[in-house]
């Protein structure tokens, strides 16, 4: 059983920065694919990012593009979301996503592991 686990959200000020890591255990992130979701209240989970297995690919929302860069690092185990220029409609609680495949998908149900999730909160 993988368990990912999200860490660096918190509350910015507009404008500011923030990098998101998510940590995975009991399974080896190499060979898949992996995302960033992201849920404001009343609204349904949408995709941020997400990368293929090796990195050499990757898929923005068109409301991130250029101020959001996603990455990953197989040795650690890692993935991570640096955001940059953050503005008040990035206020949302952050989901690190783990796919089923090597491709990436930017719907939710082609990935099978999901975080806790880490709250990011930007003020205006």
């Known amino acids: 059983q993988v368990q990912l686990v999200e860490s660096g959200g918190g509350l910015v000020q507009a404008g500011g920065s923030l990098r998101l890591s998510c940590v995975a255990s009991?399974?080896?992130?190499?060979?898949?694919?992996m995302g960033w979701f992201r849920q404001a209240p009343g609204e349904e989970r949408e995709i941020v990012a997400t990368i293929t297995w090796n990195g050499g690919g990757t898929y923005y929302a068109h409301s991130v593009k250029g101020r959001f860069t996603i990455s990953r690092d197989n040795a650690k185990n890692t993935v991570y979301l640096q955001m940059n220029s953050l503005k008040p409609e990035d206020t949302a609680v952050y989901y690190c996503?783990?796919?089923?495949?090597?491709?990436?998908?930017?719907?939710?149900?082609?990935?099978?592991?999901w975080g806790q999730g880490t709250q990011v909160t930007v003020s205006s």
């Open positions: 996503a783990g796919g089923r495949t090597s491709f990436y998908s930017t719907h939710p149900d082609a990935y099978n592991d």
């Open positions: 009991g399974r080896t992130l190499s060979g898949y694919a």
